[in-house]
């Protein structure tokens, strides 16, 4: 069974690389390499360091990919961590019409609903919003949404802040999203392990000093990886020996909105989500076509 899925995987890519060109032929094998570990392992290895530190992960899910990989989906929640919305497919909303991307939230938030998984928030694919985006997240009752946040005007701030929409205040509350994510330090930057844990602990330290809330956009595709992970464990540590506060985002919204502070005054909050595009390389391929 596996010998003739990975035939068919390599067929596929000979029918990029004649179609779509090098680009998304070294992309897709890219992810065939990543994807040689099962994602159920992948998960398997951030839940063990998360529960090592009784800490806590969000993962905002593509809704068509989360409605094929169920148990997995179920499996994030079963052991004590956030589902989000992260589409109903991964299309970039600036591409698509208001009407189209009003189409896509309302058809994953009915996925997850069908599938009784409880969503509060929301992260758009590729981080990427127009004008429109935030409308319809208010337009269907998210809590949050831990996207905008990624904006250079908000990417810096340490408080959970609303954004303007017409004459009044969201009522979603957004959080900063840091530009350290797995993406911008291994693709741009070309960090090593090694610069990645030096790195996010510098922004930690600084969060211990400063207080306020943090947010990371890492991954589990890569994240999870045993290389990866290492970094994953010793980052989280750290931060948990500085008091921080590693909840989902729904339990942080929820206490500072009540509160206005951080759960057992602990000195600063730190977010760590993930985005799942994809479970497999197979949803991955299907994804291009
Ligand atoms: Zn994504």
């Not at 208001?98 to 969503?119: H, M, P, S, Y």
């Not at 330090?185 to 000093?209: C, N, P, W, Y």
Request: proline share 4%; hydrophobic share 40%.
């Amino acid at each position: 069974m596996k010998g003739i899925q990975v035939k068919f995987s390599i067929s596929w890519l000979k029918y990029l690389k004649q179609f779509r060109g090098e680009k998304i032929l070294s992309q897709a094998l890219r992810m065939f390499r990543l994807h040689s570990i099962p994602f159920s392992t992948l998960l398997g290895n951030m839940f063990n360091v998360m529960e090592l530190h009784q800490a806590k992960f969000t993962f905002p899910i593509v809704a068509s990919v989360a409605s094929k990989n169920l148990g997995l989906t179920r499996e994030i929640l079963r052991r004590g961590h956030e589902v989000a919305v992260h589409g109903f497919k991964h299309v970039n909303y600036a591409y698509i019409t208001e009407r189209q991307q009003d189409d896509d939230v309302g058809k994953a938030l009915d996925t997850f609903k069908a599938l009784g998984i409880q969503v509060y928030g929301f992260r758009a694919p590729y981080n990427v919003y127009t004008e429109d985006t935030p409308k319809l997240v208010e337009k269907y009752g998210f809590l949050w949404d831990i996207g905008i946040g990624y904006n250079p005007k908000y990417r810096s701030g340490t408080s959970p802040f609303r954004v303007q929409i017409d004459d009044h205040e969201s009522s979603f509350v957004c959080i900063p999203l840091n530009r350290l994510s797995d993406d911008f330090m291994i693709d741009i930057q070309g960090f090593s392990s090694r610069q990645m844990e030096t790195k996010l602990k510098h922004v930690i330290k600084g969060a211990s000093e400063k207080g306020g809330v943090f947010m990371f956009d890492l991954h589990p595709i890569r994240m999870g990886q045993p290389k990866y992970v290492n970094v994953l464990n010793s980052v989280v540590e750290y931060g948990t020996a500085l008091n921080g506060w590693f909840p989902t985002v729904t339990e942080a919204v929820n206490y500072w909105s009540k509160h206005g502070k951080w759960k057992h005054d602990a000195p600063f909050c730190c977010l760590l989500t993930g985005d799942i595009d994809n479970f497999s390389f197979f949803d991955y391929i299907q994804r291009l076509f």
